[in-house]
């Protein structure tokens, strides 16, 4: 009896899978994480000033290979009318985005880049304001610059700095400078 139960199915399934398994699907090829970002409209980019609204978005990673990721992330920032006097709007986009990074001794840096659904919403009109821009479900592409912090086996803080092409009626191209940090396990 005793030896019955230690080849049950389950046993043998977890006892196989340790040895089935790629070794690439192994510890520290996924990664869960969160980002914020000062967002850029336009204008001068000298001038912090025009940082004038924030982002941010959780995110998704599974490492394809040694320094190629695939990341899923979902987000929101806000983003100027396409006038001055109409209300900001609010973006909320899915992507798929592929980073390819060099390794150094204690950091990662690198390309990303991908594409996105972005659903744009303008905000309530304040008095004064006129609403001039709809409701637009979009598509959209983004390329950057990513560097990654590794603090220890599980943590990374990361550096991004991205910009997104968004196809609504007037074209919008905000730049993202964002900080992070992902959980790897």
């Known amino acids: 009896m005793k030896a ?16 089935l398994v ?10 869960v994480g969160i980002q914020a970002s000062a967002v850029f409209a336009g204008g001068s980019g000298t001038n912090a000033s025009n940082f004038d609204t924030w982002g941010g978005n959780l995110f998704g990673e599974m490492q394809i290979e040694q ?10 920032f806000e983003f100027p009318g396409s006038i001055e006097e109409a209300p ?17 001794n204690w950091f990662e840096y690198g390309f990303i880049g991908g594409v996105g659904f972005y659903r744009v919403r303008p905000n309530d009109a304040d008095p004064g304001q006129i609403v001039i ?6 598509f959209g592409l ?7 912090f ?10 991004e700095g991205l910009l997104h092409y968004v196809y609504t009626e007037d074209r919008i191209s905000p730049i ?8 790897r396990f």
């Open 88 to 104: 900001n709007r609010n973006l909320d986009y899915g992507q798929a985005m592929v980073s390819y990074l060099f390794r150094e």
């Open 176 to 183: 993202h400078l964002g900080v992070g940090a992902a959980y």
């Open 22 to 31: 790629p070794a690439s699907l192994h510890a520290e090829d996924f990664a």
């Open 67 to 76: 320094g190629t990721c695939l990341q899923l992330r979902a987000g929101r």
């Open 133 to 138: 821009d709809k409701d637009e479900d979009v």
């Open 142 to 148: 983004s390329i950057g610059v990513l560097t990654v």
């Open 150 to 159: 590794r603090v220890n086996r599980h943590f990374d803080v990361r550096l």
């Open 4 to 19: 019955v139960a230690l080849l049950s199915p389950t046993r043998v399934l977890l006892l196989l899978s340790v040895f």
